[in-house]
């Protein structure tokens, strides 16, 4: 006998999870989401002038700090939660960053070798 699957909420966490557990879990997925789209638009600029993405990661943390600042403002007002904390802010912008590094990184060592 299998064991239950939990039920998940539209966070896409397990029904029952503390509301510090829904934000950490907005926090990630924000952070994920913009990360890859950041690394992705770079690539896409670049191939749109025919170069390769190459070498390390162009982006900054202070970049990532504004990425994720938006967009984790918007999500959170759209979940009708409160605005993030500076802790937080901090958290998704090195997420933010690591994630669209991690991606870039992908891309570059396709397109070099």
């Given at each position: 006998m299998?064991?239950?699957?939990p039920?998940?909420s539209?966070l ?11 934000r950490?879990t907005?926090l990630e ?7 890859e789209r950041w ?9 749109s002038d025919?170069?390769p993405?190459?070498g390390?990661w162009?982006?900054?943390v202070?970049?990532?700090r ?7 403002c ?17 958290r998704?912008?090195?997420l933010t960053?690591a994630r ?8 570059a060592?396709?397109?070099e070798?």
């Amino acid at each position: 006998m299998q064991p239950a699957k939990p039920q998940v909420s539209a966070l896409g966490k397990r029904k029952g999870a503390t509301p510090d557990d829904d934000r950490l879990t907005v926090l990630e997925r924000s952070a994920r989401d913009i990360g890859e789209r950041w690394a992705r638009g770079w690539r896409e600029e670049l191939r749109s002038d025919d170069r390769p993405a190459a070498g390390g990661w162009p982006g900054t943390v202070a970049q990532a700090r504004g990425r994720a600042r938006e967009h984790l403002c918007a999500e959170l007002a759209r979940l009708r939660l409160a605005g993030p904390s500076p802790e937080e802010l901090e958290r998704a912008a090195r997420l933010t960053y690591a994630r669209a590094r991690a991606v870039w990184l992908t891309f570059a060592q396709r397109e070099e070798g």
